[in-house]
């Protein structure tokens, strides 16, 4: 073993993190390896045990366990044609508005993140959907890009969300609790896009059309059914999540299973529910959660590496040392994380960086949840920045060459978006309640 300082090693840590980032090493790799060469020079076998004990706390946690289960749900809700069905429905209502298909978009990026949960099939749903009919009305490519990747977005954020199931136990806070507290933050930010979008389409006309009144000429009681039919059973199996944990019925876990089974069911009422699908559900749901379960046992050996070294009490420091105050301090963690947001996937910054930042939470006077779900918020900005940006690379791997959408049209379009974004934390930061009033409305925590 050497004697190493929690400076040297702190150094080394993450002057080896971002090497191995920048030159395209997977990053759990990354992550674990520089973690485990760091520990047996400094802490020489312990290491070992620090390994082995990390790995049976990821394995027996069992709010884990909602993660497989809303990764299912998710994936059974995007197989099962209810996307299709409600942006038929929200075309007729706002497809005589001018920029109504983009802020229809939007809308059923809203209602699928309640159900959905996962960037790739919220993007890829809406990109499918969407993207052609707004083509084929002359949309402004630039427009029909943003308004995708943000829609598609939301569903990291607006609970069932597997962020939120992930930073609950790492930043020990309820996760019923964010489930309940990044509703507020979600929705404002679906209000802001869909403010901006009506907004620049009224000002220039061109940019997003209204659909011919030949194409819209339904009665009344037909758009009224086709509406209903679209936004019930999304609407059930939000109540069926959502729902049992406001009001105290069950965990976030158990809510999970209930989501699981009302996502198959929703699929077999709409006739989609095959085994082909069923299988591709389940092969979906072992791929990702495989994933983000390998992130997190390296990135906890990385932390707990982290800590055992004392780096944690130099990151403290600097952290309250920052100019101006408690507020300062806070500029300087959401100046960290979007600076992260670029170069790392969202999954291995919140293992990497919650349990390093918690502890200095309370320190600055800041109320957990309010903090945590602050956090989540600014991380809606890493799905849409480059390099990193999955919902960058969703879009573009399912454009069509009759599109005529390139890589330069949807960054371009994703950078109001991320402004927006900006914009949201600045008025959490000014109404701390639009995250806090609803948790504390709930009957059992």
Excluded at 240 to 264: D, H, M, N, Q, W
Excluded at 409 to 429: E, K
Aim: one cysteine or more.
């Amino acid at each position: 073993m050497v004697d190493m300082s929690p400076t040297l090693a702190l150094a080394i840590l993450f002057a080896g993190l971002f090497v191995g980032i920048l030159l395209g090493y997977p990053v759990p790799f990354i992550v674990g390896g520089i973690a485990l060469f760091v520990g047996l020079v400094a802490m020489g076998p312990q290491v070992v045990s620090l390994l082995r004990l990390r790995l049976w706390e990821m394995m027996t946690n069992y709010i884990m366990l909602a993660i497989p289960l809303f990764i299912f749900m998710g994936s059974m809700v995007e197989k099962s044609g209810c996307a299709e069905r409600l942006y038929s429905g929200l075309y007729l209502w706002f497809g005589g508005v001018r920029g109504g298909l983009a802020i229809s978009t939007i809308l059923v990026g809203t209602v699928m993140a309640a159900c959905v949960g996962i960037i790739a099939a919220s993007v890829i749903t809406l990109a499918l959907i969407g993207v052609p009919s707004m083509v084929r009305r002359g949309y402004d490519k630039e427009l029909i890009s943003g308004s995708v990747c943000a829609g598609g977005c939301l569903g990291i954020l607006i609970p069932p969300s597997i962020m939120l199931v992930i930073y609950g136990p790492l930043a020990s806070i309820s996760v019923g609790k964010l489930f309940i507290g990044a509703f507020g933050p979600g929705l404002l930010l679906s209000a802001l896009y869909i403010t901006y979008i009506g907004i620049r389409s009224w000002l220039n006309p061109a940019l997003a059309p209204s659909v011919p009144p030949e194409e819209r000429t339904v009665s009344l009681w037909r758009k009224l059914f086709m509406l209903l039919t679209g936004m019930v059973p999304p609407s059930i199996l939000v109540l069926s999540v959502l729902g049992v944990i406001f009001f105290g019925i069950a965990a976030p876990t158990e809510a999970a299973a209930c989501g699981a089974l009302a996502a198959t069911l929703l699929a077999l009422a709409y006739r989609r529910l095959t085994w082909q699908i069923f299988k591709a559900a389940l092969l979906e749901t072992v791929r990702i959660s495989t994933m983000a379960l390998l992130i997190g046992w390296t990135a906890s050996l990385f932390t707990g590496v982290f800590i055992r070294l004392g780096c944690g009490k130099i990151i403290s420091s600097l952290v309250l040392a920052a100019p101006f105050g408690n507020w300062g301090a806070f500029a300087l963690i959401m100046f960290v994380v979007f600076i992260l947001g670029f170069l790392i996937d969202w999954i291995a910054i919140v293992f990497i960086l919650v349990p390093i930042v918690t502890p200095i939470v309370p320190l600055l006077g800041f109320d957990p949840l309010w903090f945590a779900v602050m956090v989540c918020v600014n991380l809606q900005m890493a799905l849409m920045t480059p390099p990193m940006a999955p919902a960058i690379f969703f879009l573009k791997g399912v454009t069509k060459p009759e599109w005529g959408i390139d890589t330069k049209h949807i960054i371009r379009g994703v950078a109001p978006f991320v402004a927006l974004i900006l914009i949201g934390l600045g008025v959490c930061v000014a109404f701390p309640d639009i995250i806090m009033w609803l948790p504390h409305q709930m009957i059992k925590f």
